[in-house]
């Protein structure tokens, strides 16, 4: 097993990378780098990208970045199964990597010695003046209309042909855990997906950093998902988008399993895309739950899940 600090980035197929430029740009991300068919894309993180389109015929997700702890962990991660030798990464950034398949076939770039940018500064967050609990006095809530700062890579959502067999790779081969097990309705025995976060002990993680489900074919992406910094960066994201004529997939709303604040909308290859903020973390104290795929596992408060939002995407 190879010791994950974080996900990086994911690489994206686009049919036409200017038009994915726009739309990104106007989702809250800032690009850094580009070169011959590819647009390399940042957040406020000290990642020096999070999302890479490249030209493609046929578009899709191409492969999922992670961050190995140590120079180790890199050579232990050349004993995966169907593991490259270790490689030179030409990406922003540079460093050394390993690329391999989770057992759906989907890539993974397992990375080492990326170097760090210099983060981007982020809106405060707004203080919120409470029921019972006052922070804000003498200073009015005024946040810039404007597009939205990302701030991360938080997660992905990915169909699988079997998803039990992708959870075991992820949780044997790069250190996850699992904070939700998704069952058919009523069937105790038939499992739909699963929450998966790292497990770096007693340090608080994202309840999520993969949710692998149920595909009825080969893998398929279905959603990639941002940080914000706040409720109000959500909606203000939400108003810009739709100022600028994307097209609204589902939100703005809350999530049960996470508990994000969401809203998706659909990317110009009719990939969805997320912004989220306000997730829960959890450490290694907090064990797997059990729980049905119902639509009232899905969220909380916010507009009725569209029937769209079942539908499968582009294969990865």
């Not at 490259?84 to 397992?110: D, K, N």
């Not at 790779?169 to 038939?190: A, C, F, Y």
Request: net charge negative.
């Amino acid at each position: 097993m190879v010791n994950v600090k974080n996900i990086m980035f994911a690489v994206y197929g686009v049919t036409d990378s200017q038009q994915t430029k726009q739309f990104m740009e106007d989702f809250g991300l800032k690009t850094s780098h580009t070169e011959s068919g590819r647009i390399y894309m940042r957040g406020s993180c000290e990642y020096p990208f999070i999302y890479c389109a490249e030209e493609a015929q046929t578009p899709g997700l191409r492969t999922i970045g992670f961050e190995l702890a140590s120079r180790d962990d890199l050579d232990r991660a050349t004993k995966l199964p169907g593991a490259s030798a270790i490689l030179p990464f030409q990406r922003p950034g540079g460093g050394e990597y390993v690329v391999t398949e989770m057992p759906c076939g989907i890539a993974i770039e397992l990375v080492y010695g990326n170097q760090k940018v210099e983060p981007l500064a982020v809106r405060p967050a707004l203080p919120l003046n409470e029921g019972k609990h006052k922070k804000r006095f003498n200073i009015t809530q005024r946040p810039p209309r404007t597009t939205c700062e990302v701030m991360r890579l938080g997660h992905l959502a990915i169909g699988v042909p079997n998803p039990e067999a992708a959870r075991d790779w992820v949780i044997k081969h790069i250190g996850m855990r699992t904070s939700d097990t998704i069952m058919v309705p009523g069937n105790k025995d038939e499992p739909i997906g699963f929450f998966m976060r790292f497990d770096h002990g007693d340090i608080p993680v994202d309840h999520h950093t993969l949710l692998l489900t149920k595909s009825s074919g080969t893998a398929a992406v279905h959603h990639i998902s941002f940080e914000l910094q706040d409720l109000d960066a959500v909606y203000m994201g939400h108003e810009w988008m739709q100022a600028k004529g994307h097209k609204s997939h589902w939100g703005v709303g809350r999530h049960v399993l996470g508990s994000q604040i969401f809203d998706y909308w659909w990317d110009p290859d009719g990939f969805r895309v997320e912004h989220y903020t306000d997730g829960d973390l959890f450490d290694n104290t907090v064990e797997a739950r059990v729980v049905e795929g119902t639509n009232d596992q899905l969220w909380t408060w916010g507009p009725h899940v569209p029937e769209t939002f079942f539908v499968e995407t582009r294969h990865a």
